[in-house]
């Protein structure tokens, strides 16, 4: 249960980039890069408890990532099933819920069997709850989102009158989770990328300068500190 006293984000975010700046900065292949990246998620999930983050979204793969060359994208494949058999045990003995968001119809079979394995192990834990978001697109997911509704209103189970901003939450990936209250970018750029589009309508934004494999456990824990001293009004003017 949340903490009513505490006033810093509930659910936070993370565009996880700069891998490959990382690794030819340091004269290595960009898939070096993606595996340093890879081991710094598992330092970021277990600082969430302790400063009482209860989600933590990750930004690993995107629906335009398959632009990036062959090898790259065979790499970050191999790289996704092997970091999930490697972690599994470690994120369900800490208490990590591990959910899966995305289309996953052009993921492999072993890729999928290896995520519904991880959900189903973890989903009676409670001391995070972390969602990765792979093959994901923001775009992609409302568009997802609309043709199912479209095909409840055909199959007359929603009437097209009861449609209105609180209906199409429902059907999106995300259905069961909170919005992000804070949404972190690494790397220096400064856009979203087509990350949780409807979800972070009123989310902060923190556009940091370090490379996603530098991104530490105080980086982190200050931005949520940060977080807390904002005056966050929804629209609307205090009194």
Known sequence: MSDPAHTGPRHVAIIMDGNGRWATQRGRPRLFGHHAGARRVREVVETCPDI????????????ENWKRTQVEVAGLMSLFRRYISKETRALNAF???????????????????????????TENNTAVNLTIALNYGGRDEVARATKRLAQDVADGKLHPDDVDEETLPR?????????????????????????????????????????????????????????????????GVKP
């Open 52 to 63: 009482g983050v209860e989600y933590l979204t990750i930004f690993a793969f995107s629906t």
């Open 95 to 121: 208490g990590a819920r591990v959910r899966f968001i995305g289309d996953r119809v052009r993921l492999d079979a072993k890729l999928i069997a290896l995520m519904d394995e991880l959900e189903t192990l």
């Open 171 to 235: 059907y999106l990936d995300t259905y069961v989770l909170p919005d992000p209250d804070l949404v972190i970018r690494t790397s220096g750029e400064a856009r979203i990328s087509n990350f949780l589009l409807w979800q972070s309508a009123y989310a902060e934004y923190e556009f940091i300068d370090t490379l996603w494999p530098d991104f530490s456990r105080a980086e982190f824990t200050a931005l949520c500190a940060n977080y807390g001293g904002r005056d966050r009004r929804f629209g």
